[in-house]
């Protein structure tokens, strides 16, 4: 295996956990980011099972000094950045007519806020590796609705955001594109059915049955299925690809 290095964001659970993994297969190092550090530790073992060197660096992204230290460690540790993957951030599910501003602030402080100052931070270190970026999305970001305003208004920034760098990133060599999965089940979603079905007079194994028919796809997304598209999308075989908005979603998105 070269010798090659990936930021993974969102590194403690969920989609960014299992993309971390995903990622040990193809490189040397993976510098793995999120507050959590006990569940750091619990996928940094998983990384150095599959042979890549793991670096844990637990703290908040929401911070704005934060970016400027994982990319200093990063450095530090193994003077290159080939691939950084922004996956943190969790934004509340409320309806539109009652989040606070505080809400909505903490939601862009680390999704969109967070993404945007580490990929700054890491530019010209990806530029001298000729690396690629991903900014991780979600389906609300084309469809948003007022239960989820924030969700959507969110997403959409970050799509927006991906293509602006992608742009710079042409005359740069920096690759950069955004996916935007769709309803993937991870704990955060267990929890947030967990939450819902009470209020709906439901039990969660019934909620988590009919949502997918509610909106028209099979079953649930795992995060291993959208962590091997953000691994094609850092490999050498993705390198023509840039500014590209990708979607996986199991056909919840009906339109063209």
Same mark, same amino acid.
């Given at each position: 295996?070269?010798? #090659? ?7 403690? +659970?969920?989609? /960014? ?5 995903? =990622?040990?297969? &193809?490189? #040397? ?7 959590? @550090? ?7 073992? %998983? ?13 908040? =992204? *929401? ?9 200093? $460690? ?5 003077? $290159? ?11 509340? +599910? ?10 909505? &602030? ?7 806020? /967070? ?11 990806? %530029?001298?590796?000729?690396? *690629? ?24 920034? !970050? ?30 979603? @267990? ?9 709906? +007079? ?23 299925? !959208? ?21 996986? &979603?199991?056909?919840?998105? %009906?339109?063209?």
């Amino acid at each position: 295996m070269t010798k #090659s290095v990936a930021i993974v964001t969102g590194a403690s +659970q969920g989609i /960014g956990r299992a993309a971390a993994v995903r =990622l040990a297969k &193809d490189f #040397s190092s993976i510098v793995l980011v999120a507050r959590n @550090r006990d569940k750091l530790m619990e996928t940094a073992a %998983k990384v150095k099972e599959l042979g890549a060197e793991p670096l844990i660096v637990d703290l908040d =992204l *929401a911070e704005a000094a934060s970016a400027r230290i994982v990319v200093e $460690r990063t450095l530090a540790a193994f003077g $290159r950045v080939d691939a950084l993957l922004n996956i943190a951030g969790a934004v509340p +599910q409320i309806d539109l007519f009652e989040m606070t501003d505080k809400q909505w &602030d903490d939601g862009m402080a680390l999704k969109l806020h /967070g993404a945007r100052r580490l990929t700054i931070e890491a530019w010209q270190a990806l %530029k001298a590796a000729g690396g *690629a970026v991903v900014l991780t999305s979600g389906n609300s970001a084309i469809f948003p609705k007022a239960p989820y305003a924030a969700v959507g208004t969110i997403n959409a920034a !970050i799509v927006a955001l991906a293509k602006a760098f992608a742009d710079r990133g042409i005359a740069d060599g920096v690759q950069v594109n955004s996916v935007l999965p769709g309803p993937v089940m991870t704990g955060r979603r @267990r929890s947030y059915l967990e939450h819902w079905a009470p209020l709906h +007079q439901t039990t969660v194994e019934e909620a988590m049955e009919q949502f997918p028919k509610d909106v028209g796809i099979a079953r649930y997304g795992e995060p291993e299925e !959208i962590a091997e598209l953000l691994a094609f999308l850092v490999s050498p075989a993705a390198r023509w690809m840039t500014g590209s908005m990708l979607r996986m &979603d199991g056909g919840e998105v %009906k339109s063209i």
